[in-house]
């Protein structure tokens, strides 16, 4: 068990439809990542939030969206979900804002988009 | 803008050596090594800071060139257990938070 807590492990969706992801950082770490990995493109950066605020943008579709709450879990929420965005999405937690002392990744959502 | 590494994939016999590399066509300012096993999660294996030493993990070591802006991951005495998929990762340049992977280099590692 890595610390960083991820739920569902697995969904399955119609296109169209809009899902959240969920995730709960280790202890004591303030950051949060989304990334996306899929068969054709690889590991693809998301976002990161940093105590609550948005630190860094990659290529997040405007579709995508995320937050952290007040208690460090952050939420990604994918809408008009299509066929393409089936990937598995994975959250990552560091202590600091540049991860200088590494990621600590969680075990993964695999979304499938019917 | 994506780091590439090269090779793409290596297939080792347990106990020989490996490099794999990872350059980019801008500044780095931090490289992040990771190991993936098919399935599962990256592990963060270590990171690579401009003007900062040579890193190890276990057997496994790396090196950042900030001229070549490259960065070299070494698997000596490789193990089974090395099997996976390596990235990089970094953030593009000082002061900026944009982070990008690699594209990937698979390791396989036999008996």
């Known amino acids: 068990d890595s610390g960083v807590t991820q739920t569902p492990k697995h969904l399955i969706t119609a296109t169209g439809q809009r899902v959240t992801l969920r995730c709960s950082p280790r202890?004591?770490?303030?950051?949060v990542y989304w990334y996306q990995q899929s068969l054709d493109q690889g590991l693809q950066f998301l976002i990161q939030?940093?105590?609550?605020?948005?630190?860094a943008k990659g290529n997040i579709l405007e579709r995508f969206s995320a937050q952290q709450f007040p208690d460090l879990h952050s939420e990604l929420n994918l809408s008009s979900l299509e066929l393409g965005d089936s990937a598995l999405y994975f959250c990552a937690s560091s202590v600091g804002g540049q991860a200088n002392y590494g990621y600590t990744f969680g075990s993964g959502t695999r979304l499938t988009v019917v | 803008q994506q780091p590439v590494q090269s090779p793409q994939a290596v297939i080792l016999r347990e106990g020989e050596d490996a490099v794999i590399n990872c350059s980019s066509s801008?500044?780095?300012?931090?490289v992040h090594w990771y190991r993936q096993k098919h399935g599962e999660a990256p592990v963060f294996l270590m990171i690579l800071l401009k003007g900062g030493e040579q890193m190890r993990h276990e057997k496994i070591s790396a090196s950042f060139n900030e001229k070549k802006q490259q960065s070299s991951l070494y698997l000596t005495a490789s193990q089974l257990s090395y099997s996976g998929t390596y990235f990089c990762g970094t953030y593009l340049t000082s002061g900026t938070y944009k982070y990008i992977f690699g594209t990937g280099t698979r390791l396989k590692v036999l008996a």
């Open positions: 202890s004591g770490d303030l950051s």
């Open positions: 939030y940093y105590n609550g605020e948005e630190r």
């Open positions: 801008k500044a780095l300012y931090s």
